[in-house]
């Protein structure tokens, strides 16, 4: 999906769709911390998200089709950090 649609269409701004665009950022990078930086910035009240973010990322990360792999990958160590982080 990358940043398309990530303001228009039918997951436009939700919760959702920001965490997949936090795994695509850590998936690039390998550094978790730039997707959490992102999901602080651009998610409104994320520390009342937060919770949630971490069971859509622990979704994400379990699974298992060979093209998610790094992606998947990239969810498990973003709710890693998401959760030391205690936002």
């Known amino acids: ?3 398309r649609s ?3 269409g039918p997951l436009a701004g939700t919760l959702l769709r920001h965490v997949l ?3 695509r950022l850590t998936a690039r990078t390998a550094q ?3 997707g959490l930086a992102w999901l602080q910035k651009e998610v409104e009240n994320f520390d009342m998200q937060h919770t ?3 069971i ?3 979704y994400l990360g379990k699974q298992p089709l060979p093209h998610w792999k790094v992606d998947a ?3 498990r160590l973003l709710r890693g950090t998401l ?3 205690g936002v």
Do not use: C, D, F, R
């Open 32 to 34: 978790p911390s730039q």
């Open 52 to 54: 949630k973010a971490i």
């Open 83 to 85: 959760m030391n982080a």
């Open 21 to 23: 665009m936090a795994v």
């Open 73 to 75: 990958e990239a969810a």
């Open 1 to 3: 999906m990358g940043a």
């Open 56 to 58: 859509l990322l622990e």
């Open 6 to 8: 990530l303001y228009t």
